[in-house]
């Protein structure tokens, strides 16, 4: 299935994500560049759209779209794009590296709460959730520790174990997506 691999990242751990899948699935990558880059902006909600992608998403089967939860939102960036492409895009799989843990998913800042965000702004198209919460590269005395969610980004180092194991099931299951 032809497929593009689309994301946004401030911190890298989304970018390094979209990277891997992409290399797993031997695909094209994708940055989705804001017209206006500035963090606070988007925290506040002010945004400008997003700067036309390079390659043209109507040419692809899947589009797989990464990147970050920040107060419980789906952010502008990754918002602007559905809007922009929706009509395009045929089957939608959306992926984050988050802060939000599995056991927290429900709460008020969980990436499920996104998930169910994304199922509804893409009417239909999207196929699959995935989150990849930060926890599982951190050890167990660090899990509870906020500042080590903060500062901790996935890399060729921490990105074993769990984390490698959730990861290879995920292509499996995306891979038997028809
Ligand atoms: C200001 C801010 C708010 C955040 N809010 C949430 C949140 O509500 N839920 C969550 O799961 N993660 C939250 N996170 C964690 C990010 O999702 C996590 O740091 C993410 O991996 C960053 O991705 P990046 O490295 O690709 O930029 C927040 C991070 C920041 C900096």
New binding site residues.
């Given amino acids: 299935m032809k497929t593009i691999v689309v994301?946004?990242?401030?911190?890298?751990?989304?970018?390094?994500?979209a990277q891997k899948i992409s290399n797993a699935l031997s695909c094209e990558i994708e940055e989705i560049r804001p017209r206006l880059n500035v963090?606070m902006f988007f925290?506040m909600d002010i945004h400008l759209g997003i700067k036309p992608l390079k390659r043209n998403i109507k040419d692809y089967e899947r589009v797989i779209l990464c990147?970050?939860?920040?107060?419980?939102?789906f952010i502008a960036p990754l918002r602007c794009f559905v809007k922009k492409y929706k009509k395009q895009i045929n089957q939608l799989i959306f992926v984050?590296?988050?802060?939000?843990t599995f056991e927290?998913k429900d709460d008020?800042?969980?990436?499920g709460l996104?998930f169910n965000k994304v199922k509804e702004l893409a009417n239909g198209r999207v196929k699959h959730c995935e989150?990849f919460?930060?926890d599982l590269v951190l050890s167990e005395d660090k899990k509870d520790d906020d500042a080590a969610?903060?500062e901790t980004?996935?890399n060729d180092s921490n990105f074993k174990g769990e984390i490698q194991e959730r990861f290879d099931n995920f292509i499996q299951t995306i891979n038997s997506i028809n």
Wanted: charged share 15%; proline share 5%.
């Fill in positions: 994301y946004y990242s401030r911190k890298g751990s989304n970018g390094y994500l963090f925290l990147g970050p939860v920040w107060v419980g939102r984050t590296c988050c802060g939000s927290k008020k800042f969980g990436h996104v989150a919460p930060i969610f903060m980004h996935l």
